[in-house]
T-cell receptor
Framework: NAGVMQNPRHLVRRRGQEARLRCSPMKGHSHVYWYRQLPEEGLKFMVYLQKENIIDESGMPKERFSAEFPKEGPSILRIQQVVRGDSAAYFC????????????????FGSGTQLSVL | DAKTTQPNSMESNEEEPVHLPCNHS???????IHWYRQLPSQGPEYVIH???SNVNNRMASLAIAEDRKSSTLILHRATLRDAAVYYC?????????????FGTGTRLKVLA
């Protein structure tokens, strides 16, 4: 059973370009989380998605950032018109939620995408 | 947001036990306590979680205080590969979405 797959591993963009980060959860997992991590800092929650549904986007910047998790295919974190401050490691995690979430579930993380904005 | 408090950093000698503390005074009766660790340049990985009783697995042990307001992650024999940032986490039940909120964690340095 493959783990959480994120690609690309490294992404370089110039200011003003778009960045698209992909995350394929573990097989059978229907819930996905995205986190951002600046150097020497902890992980900051961005968004929590279920298939075709955003559960919690309270950590997402209001502009330029969006996330989706379609019925088929990976979850996508999209950053439009990137700026230097968007440079960070972006981690995706999935969990095997069945029905209503509980506090007993584990998260499985990908290796992250390192975004560098020139 | 769910709140946990951990020391910023700790040091240990190789092959000695390490006790990593965490305070979670606002924990509710149904909240599990989770521990993850992040090795350099990697995504976090699950270590252990528990509710009330002490828990053991191949990686570590989790000792939970009787009032559940604190817990301690125990690495029985630290190795150089255990050098990482260790996060103690409660899921954010109050928000209704159960999202995982990571704090700044404890950076563990293991000395050879």
């Amino acid at each position: 059973n493959a783990g959480v797959m994120q690609n690309p591993r490294h992404l370089v963009r110039r200011r003003g370009q778009e960045a698209r980060l992909r995350c394929s959860p573990m097989k059978g997992h229907s819930h996905v989380y995205w986190y951002r991590q600046l150097p020497e800092e902890g992980l900051k929650f961005m968004v929590y998605l279920q298939k075709e549904n955003i559960i919690d986007e309270s950590g997402m910047p209001k502009e330029r950032f969006s996330a989706e998790f379609p019925k088929e295919g990976p979850s996508i974190l999209r950053i439009q018109q990137v700026v230097r401050g968007d440079s960070a490691a972006y981690f995706c995690a999935s969990s095997p939620v069945e029905g209503r979430p509980s506090t007993n579930e584990k998260l499985f993380f990908g290796s992250g995408t390192q975004l560098s904005v020139l | 947001d769910a709140k946990t408090t951990q020391p910023n950093s700790m040091e240990s000698n190789e092959e000695e036990p390490v006790h990593l503390p965490c305070n979670h005074s606002t924990i509710s009766g149904t909240d599990y306590i989770h521990w993850y660790r992040q090795l350099p340049s990697q995504g976090p990985e699950y270590v252990i979680h528990g509710l009330t009783s002490n828990v053991n697995n191949r990686m570590a042990s989790l000792a939970i205080a009787e009032d559940r307001k604190s817990s301690t992650l125990i690495l029985h024999r630290a190795t150089l590969r255990d050098a990482a940032v260790y996060y103690c986490i409660l899921r954010d039940v109050a928000s209704g979405t159960y999202k995982y909120i990571f704090g700044t964690g404890t950076r563990l340095k293991v000395l050879a």
